[in-house]
T-cell receptor
Framework: NAGVTQTPKFQVLKTGQSMTLQCAQD?????MSWYRQDPGMGLRLIHY???????DQGEVPNGYNVSRSTTEDFPLRLLSAAPSQTSVYFC??????????FGEGSRLTVL | AQRVTQPEKLLSVFKGAPVELKCNYS??????LFWYVQYSRQRLQLLLR??SRESIKGFTADLNKGETSFHLKKPFAQEEDSAMYYC???????????FGQGTRLTINP
């Protein structure tokens, strides 16, 4: 039972490049989410999904896209990377009532 | 708006001393509150939730609706408690969680 798996663990991008952070879970959770973790800012919700085909914006959605074609996968796309998107990204799935299962994180640097 | 505040970014105590990590929230509804912990080189994980009223690894947290607080306490700190701690508020039917800024706890030998 792998839980929540994120790839890649590390990535360096140049400003303007695009990339996709992959997230997969094998717990059959309907709810999945993406957070970014920045020093002094805590964890901030980017986008979330309550089931296949349904996504919604969180607190800081600008510059990111998501889709949810299957229950298992919830990729996060950066369309045109900016230095302000340098962060550690966490994918998580939710087991009621409120226990989030997190991935190991993806450290992204945008130069 | 929903908000969680952890006023201390860093907290350092000696082994065996009591520990209290502060958490205050603002929410107009009935809150569900959690503490998450991230140990070095481990994933962020749930430590405890207020509805369970449980003690995990010696930690307890009581919801004080009058003071809108959910402080995390442990009477005798251990070195293995060193970690990053996040307080979180759940709302909208548990579909959204808002996290505080986090407190890095260091237990000195």
């Amino acid at each position: 039972n792998a839980g929540v798996t994120q790839t890649p663990k590390f990535q360096v991008l140049k400003t303007g490049q695009s990339m996709t952070l992959q997230c997969a879970q094998d717990m059959n959770h309907e709810y999945m989410s993406w957070y970014r973790q920045d020093p002094g800012m805590g964890l901030r919700l980017i986008h979330y999904s309550v089931g296949a085909g349904i996504t919604d914006q969180g607190e800081v959605p600008n510059g990111y896209n998501v889709s949810r074609s299957t229950t298992e996968d919830f990729p996060l796309r950066l369309l045109s990377a900016a230095p302000s998107q340098t962060s550690v990204y966490f994918c998580a799935s939710l087991s009621y009532p409120g226990e989030l299962f997190f991935g190991e994180g993806s450290r992204l640097t945008v130069l | 708006a929903q908000r969680v505040t952890q006023p201390e970014k860093l907290l350092s105590v000696f082994k065996g001393a009591p520990v209290e990590l502060k958490c205050n929230y603002s929410y107009s509804g009935s809150p569900e509150l959690f503490w998450y912990v991230q140990y070095s080189r481990q994933r962020l994980q749930l430590l405890l939730r207020h509805i369970s009223r449980e003690s995990i690894k010696g930690f307890t947290a009581d919801l004080n609706k009058g003071e809108t607080s959910f402080h995390l306490k442990k009477p005798f700190a251990q070195e293995e408690d060193s970690a990053m701690y996040y307080c979180a508020l759940s709302f909208q039917g548990a579909q959204k969680l808002v996290f505080g800024q986090g407190t890095r706890l260091t237990i000195n030998p």
